[in-house]
C-alpha cells in the first residue's frame, strides 16, 4: 500500500495551481459515449477514478488516449461503441460510473449497470437517478445484482428531485439531451461541476439552460456530435490548498482558483482569521498564528461543500476553541475523526455532528486514509503536526488529487511517497 510520509511544520508558501476537476470530467467522460463522433478534453487530471472510467469505455468498444502538454488531454472515440454493459469489476471502484445510464439509454436504448461503488462515507442510493430516468421511458429490471435499464419511447418530462442530488442531476440531464421534446429538472443540484457539463453538452449541441439554478431545462435533440472542451478548475483541490495553507500557517497564491466557486471556503476561513485576498489571478491565502473556532454545517452548493469538511475538522482541531460541524449530506462522513484523534485531536461524534475542541498541536502519528476526502485531511493535519506522520492508504488520495504530494512539495513541505514493501 502507498502511504506519505510527512515531517510537519513546515508553513506552505509560493504559487500553486489546481487540476482539472474530477467530479466535472468524470460525467463528461459518460456524455461522450452519445457523441457520433470522438471528443476532446483539456485539463483532464491524472485520477484514478479517471483512469477507471476510461476503461470502462474501453471495455464498451471506445478508443482513448492521452496526450498533449504532460497528457492533461484525453482523446475519446465513441464511435466504436459495441455494447450498453458497465463492467461490473470497474463499477465497483468508481461511484460516476452509475453516470452511464442515462447517456447509454439515450445512445444505445439500454444500459446494464450494477450498483456502484465509490468512497466509504456512507448511503449511496441511486434511487433519484433511476427515478427520473424513469420518467423519460426507461424500464428497469433487477437480477443477480444487476439492474439492466431499456427504453422504447424516450420522451422529455418535468420531473421535481426530492433531493438536489448532483448525480442525479447529472444522469437525467445527460438522459433527456436525446429525448423527444422538452425535460424540466426541478429542485437541481447547482454545483459549477453541473455548469460545466451543460457547457460541455451544449458544445456537443445539446439545447440546454438553467444549470447553476434549481431549474434546468434541456430541449430534446436528434443526435450529438463530438467536442473539444477545457475541464474547469477543482474547487474542492483549491479548497483543500486554501486549508492546508491556514494550517501551516503560510501563505500560498492559487493562481487558477475560480473565486465564484469557493465563496463558502473564503467566508469559513476568514471567520477562523485567515487573511484571503481575491483578484484576478485566484486566491491569495494566509494563515495565522492559531485559529479561532467556528461552526460549519455542509449543504448543496452554494453552501458549505461536504467535500471539504474533513480538511475543515483537521483546521479546526488545532482552533483556539471548541467547534461544531454538521454534516447534512452524508450519514457516515466523520470517518477522519478517529484518525486525527490519534494524532491528538479531541473530536466527539454525535450522529451527523461533530463537536471539535481545540488542541495547541497535533502530534505526528501513524494514520489510515478511509476515503478520499478524510485522506487530504490526515496530510494536511500532518503538514502542520510536530514530527512525523505516515498516511497510509493513499490510493484512496490519488483517486481525487493529482500528483498531490508533488504540490506540496512545491510549497515547501516535506512530504515523500513510499511504495509500501509489501506487493499488492
Ligand atoms: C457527488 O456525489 C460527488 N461525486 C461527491 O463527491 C459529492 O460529495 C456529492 O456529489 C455531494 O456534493 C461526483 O460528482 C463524482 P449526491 P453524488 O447525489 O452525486 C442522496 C468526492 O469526494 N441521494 O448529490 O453521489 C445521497 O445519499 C465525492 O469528490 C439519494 O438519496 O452525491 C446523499 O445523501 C464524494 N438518492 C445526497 O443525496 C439518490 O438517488 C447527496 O448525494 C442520489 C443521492
Request: charged share 20%.
Amino acid at each position: 500500500m502507498t502511504k506519505f510520509v510527512i515531517q510537519g511544520g513546515t508553513p506552505l508558501r509560493g504559487v500553486v495551481s489546481a487540476s482539472g476537476a474530477k467530479n466535472a470530467i468524470l460525467p463528461m467522460l459518460a456524455a461522450s459515449v452519445m457523441a457520433s463522433s470522438p471528443c476532446v478534453f483539456h485539463s483532464a487530471p491524472h485520477l484514478s477514478d479517471v483512469s477507471t472510467m476510461v476503461k470502462i469505455l474501453e471495455r464498451m468498444g471506445a478508443k482513448v488516449e492521452r496526450g498533449g502538454l504532460n497528457g492533461s488531454t484525453l482523446y475519446v472515440d465513441p464511435t466504436s461503441l459495441n455494447s450498453h454493459v458497465v463492467d461490473e469489476l470497474l463499477m465497483r471502484q468508481v461511484r460516476s460510473s452509475i453516470f452511464l445510464m442515462g447517456p447509454l439509454l439515450g445512445r444505445m436504448k439500454k444500459a446494464q449497470v450494477s450498483y456502484p461503488g465509490g468512497c466509504d462515507i456512507g448511503q449511496r442510493p441511486i434511487d433519484l437517478h433511476i427515478k427520473g430516468l424513469k420518467a423519460l421511458g426507461a424500464h428497469f429490471v433487477e437480477e443477480h445484482g444487476h439492474i439492466l435499464a431499456e427504453r422504447t419511447k424516450w420522451q422529455g418530462a418535468d420531473i421535481h428531485l426530492d433531493i438536489p442530488s448532483v448525480g442525479a442531476t447529472e444522469n437525467i440531464m445527460m438522459g433527456a439531451c436525446l429525448a423527444d421534446g422538452v425535460t424540466i429538472i426541478r429542485n437541481a443540484a447547482k454545483e459549477p461541476e453541473i455548469v460545466d457539463l451543460q457547457s460541455f453538452l451544449n458544445a456537443m449541441g445539446a439545447k440546454i439552460r438553467g444549470a447553476g439554478t434549481d431549474v434546468i431545462r434541456i430541449e430534446g435533440v436528434k443526435s450529438l456530435h463530438g467536442a473539444e472542451y477545457t475541464v474547469m478548475p477543482d474547487r474542492i483541490e483549491v479548497g483543500t490548498l486554501m486549508i492546508a495553507a491556514v494550517m501551516t500557517r503560510g501563505d500560498v497564491l492559487i493562481e487558477n482558483a475560480v473565486v465564484e466557486h469557493v465563496q463558502a471556503a473564503i467566508a469559513k476561513l476568514r471567520e477562523v482569521g485567515a487573511l484571503i485576498t481575491v483578484n484576478g489571478e485566484g486566491v491569495r491565502v494566509r494563515g495565522v498564528e492559531r485559529p479561532r473556532p467556528t461552526d460549519v454545517k455542509t449543504l448543496p452548493y452554494p453552501g458549505f461543500p461536504t467535500d471539504m469538511q474533513p480538511q475543515m475538522m483537521a483546521l479546526l482541531s488545532i482552533a483556539d476553541g471548541t467547534s461544531v460541524i454538521t454534516e447534512t449530506i452524508f450519514d457516515s462522513r466523520f470517518k477522519q475523526a478517529e484518525e486525527l484523534s490519534r494524532m491528538g485531536a479531541r473530536i466527539r461524534n454525535e450522529g451527523r455532528t461533530a463537536i471539535i475542541k481545540g488542541v495547541p498541536k497535533l502530534s505526528g502519528a501513524l494514520v489510515e486514509a478511509t476515503d478520499l476526502r478524510s485522506g487530504a485531511s490526515l496530510v494536511i493535519a500532518g503538514l502542520a503536526a510536530e514530527g512525523q506522520t505516515v498516511v497510509g492508504g493513499i490510493r484512496n488520495v490519488d483517486r481525487g488529487y493529482e500528483k498531490f504530494e508533488v504540490k506540496l512539495r512545491s510549497l515547501g513541505a516535506d512530504v515523500v511517497r513510499v511504495a509500501s514493501e509489501q506487493t499488492g
